[in-house]
């Protein structure tokens, strides 16, 4: 129970975050640090390595927001919706009930694309995250099979 | 024109930390280690860009992780291969091996 308090929380996922990164960058700076550099040196270097800081929160963020129990629990709901309502319109005898079904698929269709649009649903199609390549070939093999 | 960032295969990423979460748990700096240790010769890899990746990977249920007690006694958050997981690194090396190999036939052959 403690647990799904917790995950409700995103004050606390933002800290959880926080301190997952954070642990990533005081070891990378250790590990510069041990390489005889300056504090101010081996946590230049930590930074440069890790990335965008920011960014990477931030998605971090994005993506735990789509995974919040709620939003998880909204989508279903929604979708459940709208297959009743096309269950009704399908076999609902009289035009009067047909038109809950139009209604309650309305509510569903609606509710989907309001999530969808809101940035809550994965979509690369209205917004792909600036991370498109994690992975290049390092500058020096890149010049290398550029002259090939 | 040619895109000079390089850019891989999507998925590429998923592959390599599947892979290194075979060995066992560990956190995103051990990830990222491992990954440095076995291809730092060829490709960079940002080390933040495995956080996203990781929990993406933990949305699809590949991954699950949990918080508890690093080497040098700090808080730190684990993730470990699930059963999907497992099942998702067999697909995508098969998938490798099969793309590579076509790729290899295709520049002996021109």
Known sequence: MTG??????????????????????????????????SFEEA??????????????????????????PVIRALKLFLVLVFLSGVVIRIFAPEYHVTRVGDI??????????????RGLVPSSFISKPEESSPLRLRDDVQSLVRGL | MANTRTD???????????????????????????????VDDVLRVEDGSLYPALYRMEERGWVSSEWGVSENNRRAKFYKLTRAG????????????????????ILQTT
Request: include cysteine; hydrophobic fraction near 40%.
């Open chain 1, 104 to 117: 309650l698929m309305a509510v569903g269709f609606l509710g989907r694309l309001w999530l969808y649009v």
């Open chain 1, 4 to 37: 799904l308090f917790h995950r409700l929380d995103p004050a606390q996922t933002r800290r959880d975050i926080d301190e997952e990164l954070r642990f990533h960058i005081d070891l990378l700076t250790d590990e510069h640090l041990r390489r005889n550099m």
């Open chain 2, 86 to 105: 497992r099942k998702q690194l067999e697909g995508e090396q098969a998938n490798w091996q099969r793309i590579s190999q076509a790729v290899t036939r």
């Open chain 1, 43 to 68: 946590s230049e270097a930590a930074f440069t390595r890790f990335g965008n800081i920011e960014q990477i929160r931030d998605q971090c963020a994005q993506i735990k927001r789509q995974q919040h």
């Open chain 2, 8 to 38: 891989l295969m999507q998925g590429t990423l998923e592959l390599l930390i599947l892979k290194t979460l075979s060995r066992g748990s560990m956190h995103g700096y051990g990830i990222a280690q491992r990954i440095h240790e076995a």
